[in-house]
Each structure stands twice: as C-alpha cells, then as structure tokens.
C-alpha cells in the first residue's frame, strides 16, 4: 500500500501514519515530496490496515498495490529510479552507464590495464569477479578478498567505481567494504537468504536474471531486496536458457527491457557477454540493447582474451573497446541519449 499524505498534513499527521504502520507490524518508508508526502508500507499488506490508515488525519487516500512485486513496480513509483553512486555516477537517467572489466580478477597489471581503459573511454565503473560461481569445482574460483583489494585499488586510481559479485551470505560485509555495486548472479537469484542480507544493507544491488526466471521469479527477487530496505536495486537482463545451444550460449531476452519498463521503476542493465557468449555478438547486441531502452551494459574485456582464466570467449579484445565506443555513439544519439 502507499499512503499519500494531504498537503496540509503536519509532522505530527506524518509521525502518527508511521507509528500506526509500524502498530500493524509493517515497515514504514517514507518519500518527502516538494507538495505531499508519501508513505511506502512494506510487509505483506494483504493483513489489512488500509481503513484504519484512511481514517487518520493528514491522511489523502490509500491505494492498494495489486502486482505481487509491490515495490518494484511502476503503480507504486511512477518515476524512474535514479541510483547515484559515491562519485556521481547515475544509473537509471538519460545517460547509458557502461561497466566494463574482466570476468574474473586474475591479477593487478590486468586490472590495472582495464581501469586505465575504461577511464581513458568515460567508462565509469569497473567490473571484475573476485569471487566466481564456476560450473566445476576444479576451475579458477577467483582471487577472493586479494581480487577485492585489487579493484579497489585500480578503481580508486583511476576514479572509477567497482562492480564485483557476491555470492554467499558470509561475503556480504566483505564485498560491501570493496565495492561500489554489488552482483548477485544469475545462480544466485533465487537465493533468498542472500538477497535479504544485501538487503540489510544501503548498497546499490545489480540484480542478474536467473537462467530459468519468468519476469515475475525475477522482479520478486528484486522485491526480496526493498522488502529489507534497500531501494538500490538494478535489473541485468544476461541472456536465458532456451532449447537452442548450438549457435549462442544464451538467448538475450531483449523484450524483457520493454516489459521491465512498463512493469518497474528500476533501472535496467543489459550483459550481451553472458547474454550471447561470443565475442562477435557483443557490440551488435549491445547496440540492440541500448535502442531496446536499457540504460547501461555490463561487458567482459581482458587484455588477452585468449589467456583468460574464465570467459574468454566472449570477452572484448581491450584495443577493440575504443570501436565499441564509437559503435555505440551512434545508437546512444539517436535514442536521444548520452554516454
Ligand atoms: C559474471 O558476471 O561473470 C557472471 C558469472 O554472470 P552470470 O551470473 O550472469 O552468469
Ligand atoms: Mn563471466
């Protein structure tokens, strides 16, 4: 449900709405408007309460959120949500924010090549896995808290914020030290412990699709996220699986961008690396992606794609990330939008 307060209401009006959504054992949210203020009530709402609430003073009208995903969804914010990040960055306005990196840290040159390209191409974020969920146990499973250190570090000489996954419930603090973003992987969408643990905290979420989430699966999983608190959350369309693996590693579920609009008020990232899986499709689907209405990309690129401990197949040669650029300018300007 969401409260909208009169504006003539007072303080007091405010503070008794919040007292008395809190006595219903729901949270309280509230959104301070220039005119009104709006009370977002988190919990499930269907134990009732909207009469109680209508009858206080300073109160509008109550209106009953009726998606499943009451949060996340477009009849309860009809503004786009903007995320800014600690150095100004946003994610979510006109601009396309790209974050590029390598699929997994492997060590500091090859993270210090990166972040010098993607300072040197306006690329504002750093993405780089420190901890990878690998098919096999036997392959690289990442650097871990060293992979973190490395980022930072190469971020952080270059201005640059750092994207990296979180896995596991225990790495949360961790990773909440080193990052700017944290990713929760396609194979970690359903883990719903671990979406309230980011929950709990401020920092913004990008939030992968699941290889077999329906848009619903995948914006309740968002909703997991802002039921705890944290309004900082970014979908990332990555491809699902279908029958057909012979020519693509995954299928790029473009239209889900379309639909997440329409349905959502959260920001929406594209990864055409996962989503494809190969190098030669990642700029033209890119492209796509940004005329489909994503507002930013999250690329794979390595310094030696061939010698890559995970991915290597899909990430972009660096010297090919300056052609990238320019591909992209040309879409990004005729979708009226900015890069
Ligand atoms: C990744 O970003 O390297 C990754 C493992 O992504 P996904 O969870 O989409 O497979
Ligand atoms: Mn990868």
């Known amino acids: 449900m969401i409260v909208v307060m009169s504006n003539s209401a007072t303080q007091g ?36 309460g909207k009469e109680t609430l209508e009858g206080l003073d300073g109160v509008e009208r ?28 946003k994610i979510g306005d006109n601009k396309i924010t790209m974050m590029v990196g390598p699929c997994a840290v492997e060590d500091q040159d090859q993270v210090k090549t990166m972040a010098e390209a993607d300072k040197n191409l306006g690329f504002p974020i750093l993405r780089g896995g420190a901890f990878k969920p690998r098919t096999s146990p036997y392959a690289f499973q990442g650097l871990g808290l060293e992979g973190l250190k490395i980022l930072r570090e190469e971020a952080d000489k270059n201005g640059l914020m750092v994207i990296t996954e979180v896995m596991s419930e225990a790495d949360v603090e961790m990773c909440v030290e080193y990052a700017d973003i944290l990713q929760i992987g396609a194979r970690t969408m359903h883990a719903f412990r671990l979406l ?20 619903r699966e995948w914006l309740l999983s968002a909703e997991y996220i802002i ?3 944290n309004w900082n959350v970014i979908l990332c369309e990555r491809g699902i699986r279908t029958f057909d693996d012979e020519f693509s590693r995954n299928v790029l579920d473009l239209t889900a961008v379309q639909i997440l609009k329409k349905e959502s008020h959260l920001p929406v990232i594209v990864d055409p690396s996962h989503g494809t899986g190969q190098r030669d ?31 290597g197949p899909q990430s972009l040669p660096v010297e090919e990330l300056p052609a990238l650029r320019k591909e992209l300018e040309e879409v990004v300007t005729a979708m009226g939008r900015t890069i």
């Open 13 to 48: 009006n405010l503070d008794k709405v919040i007292d008395q959504i809190e006595a219903l054992g729901y949270k309280a949210d509230v959104e301070k408007g220039q005119f009104t203020n709006v009370v977002a009530v988190i919990g499930d709402t269907r134990s009732g």
């Open 227 to 229: 039921s705890e608190g």
């Open 62 to 89: 109550v209106i009953p959120i009726m998606k499943p995903y009451k949060h996340v969804s477009r009849e309860f914010r009809k503004e786009n949500t903007v995320i800014e990040l600690p150095n100004g960055t």
């Open 281 to 311: 499709l990642v700029v033209p689907m890119s492209k796509a992606a940004i005329a489909a209405g994503a507002d930013g990309l999250i690329i794979e690129a390595h310094p030696n794609p061939s010698k890559a401990l995970s991915d």
């Open 196 to 215: 309230k643990e980011v929950g709990k905290t401020r920092k913004p979420v990008l939030l992968k699709r699941g290889f077999h989430a329906t848009i």
